[in-house]
C-alpha cells in the first residue's frame, strides 16, 4: 500500500488451500513410486504397534522392502540426463528432515565437500572441526524428500540432482514422529493432490501456521518483531469428503490395435484418470478421492466409465489428446460443464457463478472465512471511530464485499476479471443488495479510478450531491473517509501486484 494511503486499515486475507486431513488406524499399506529408469516398484511399509500404546513403548522404524517384480539390474539403470553431481543415481544417505516445503516435501541438508566431491555423513559432519583447512569448502546441500515429517531420521535414494538441489526417494523412516499416521487413502503417498495426510490434524495445522509466517519473514522481508503474528491455522471437523470441486486429468488416449493384424483401430483406449504424482508430471488413476465430497465421487465414478466408453466407441471430441474433467459440487449438485451456472449458499447469501470460475471449494470453511473477515474488518478505527466503507481488492464474484454488506454503509469489489464483477453484481441483485457495487479494474489502481461506483444510501454514505431516480448514489473510491475505511485483500496465488 502506497504511503499515501497509510491511514486506511488493511486486512489482508491469506489463500486458504486444502485442509488437512486425518488418517484410519490401519496396520500397513502399500506405496507405489516410478520413475523414468525404474518402470515400477512397489514398497510395503509397516509397523509393529498396539491400539492400546503405553507410555514405555518405543516406536520402531518403518521397514520398505523392494518387490521382486522388478529386476535390480532395473532399479540401477542411469537415466541419459541424469547429473552425476554431488550425488551418484541411487545413492543411499541417513539424513535428518528440518523442515518442510509449502507443497509438502521435507527439507534435508546434507555435508558436502566442494573440492572433491565428498559426502560427509552425519557423524562424519558432527566431528570435523571447524578449524580445518578446508572447513570453508564444506557447503549444506538441500534434498527434498516426500512423505516426512520434521525432526524425523530417514535412509533415501537419490534419484535426481538439479544445479542447487537434488530430489530422493524414501526408503526408511528410522525415528518416526510421534505425529506420523497412517494415511486413509492408499494413494496418498503417490498422488500430488494431497501433501499430508501421514501426519495427524494437528501438526498439520501447525505446519501450516509456521509456514505462512516463514513465508512474511523470508519473502517478504519483513522481521517478526515489525508485524503481527501468524494466528493459528483454523479447521472444521470435516477433514474428509469436503472438496467441492476437483479437476482429474487424462492423457492422450492410445489406439487400440486389431489382435489378429496388429493394425491400428480407429477406438482409443484411456490410460489412468486421476492427478499427478508427487514428483513428476505422470498421472496417478484415482477412481475414488476421499477429500472430494461424495456427490463428486458419485459423479466422479460415472464420468469415468463414460470416457472410456467414448474413446472405445469413437465419440471423443478430441480423440487424439488428453483432457481436464470439471466436477462442481454446488448443494448436492455435481456439475460437469465449465460454462454451467451454479448456485451456492453461504450465510444465507446465494451465490451464482460459472462452475469452471474460481470459487472456494471448501463449504464447511467458508462461513468461518466470511465471518472472521467481518470480525476484523469492523473493528472500531485507531480513533474510536466505526469503519463505515469497505473495499474488497481481488473480490472475483463478490464473497466478501456481499457476505460484509450488512455491517457497512457503502462496499466496493475490484477485480480485473470483467466477467468475475459481472457475476458480482448480479449476486447483489440476486440477494437484493443495494449498498455494493464491483469495478473491473487492477487492484492498483483503484484510488485513482476515475470509474463511479453507484450505490444505495445506507447510513450518512450519502454525503454531498444528489442521487439518480433509483435513489442510487455515485461515488469514486478515491473520496472514501480515509480513516473509516476498511481494506480487504484475498488475492490469487501469485499475490498481489508489487505497485499495490
Known sequence: MRSSRKSLITLLLLPMHTLSRIASPSHSFFLSFRRPAVSSFAVAWTRSTSRHPTKSRTRRPFAFRASSTVASEEIQKVPKKFKPYPFQYHDVLTVTVESL???????????????????????????????????????????????????????????????????????????????????????????????????????QRAIKTQQVQELFERIGGLKRDEFPKVLETLGTEHVFGYRSKITPHYEAPIKKKDKDSGNSLKSYEIGPIGFKEKASRRLVDVPYCHIATPAINTALEQIRNEKRMEAIEERLKKPSKGATLLLRDAEGVVETNHTEYVDTIVNGLTFRFQAGNFFQNNPYMLPKMVDLVVSAATAPSPKGEPMTHLIDCYCGSGLFALGSSSFFDVCVGIEVNAKAVEEAKGNAALNGIENCDFVSASAEAIFQSQDPVRVGLVGNAGGEGGCDDNNRKTLLVKDFPRDNTVVVVDPPRKGMCSKF
Open 101 to 203: 516445503t509449502n507443497l509438502g516435501f521435507g527439507i534435508a541438508r546434507v555435508p558436502i565437500k566442494e573440492n572433491d566431491n565428498t559426502i560427509l555423513q552425519p557423524e562424519a559432519a558432527a566431528t570435523t572441526s571447524t578449524t580445518d583447512e578446508d572447513s570453508t569448502e564444506q557447503k549444506k546441500w538441500v534434498v527434498f524428500i516426500p512423505n516426512v515429517i520434521p525432526g524425523e531420521t530417514c535412509r533415501i535414494r537419490i534419484y535426481r540432482n538439479h544445479a542447487t538441489y537434488s530430489d530422493a526417494d524414501l526408503i526408511q523412516v528410522l525415528t518416526p514422529s510421534e505425529d506420523r499416521i497412517e494415511p486413509k487413502c492408499g494413494l496418498a503417498n503417490v498422488c500430488g493432490g494431497c501433501q499430508y495426510q501421514h501426519v495427524k490434524i494437528e501438526r
